[in-house]
């Protein structure tokens, strides 16, 4: 692998390194200011971070790859 390959994947990690500190705010914002009804806005919130960090640090579809598509 290339430095720009390596510089774009750092760019995406740091990106969604970011989006998740931003929901999480936006969740503990929620979870503070909403008394009543949040429990779904909260669980919305959770399932998008779990899928995140699944996919991009557990790196979980490429598992179902098949060699020669991982180029």
Known sequence: MNDSGKSGKTR??????ALLAVLTAMEFAVAIYMN????L????????????IVEYFMHFTRAFRSSHEEK
């Open 41 to 52: 806005l909260l669980v919305i919130f959770a399932l998008v971070k779990a899928w995140l």
């Open 12 to 17: 995406l990690g740091l990106r969604v390194i």
């Open 36 to 39: 009543t009804g949040a429990n």
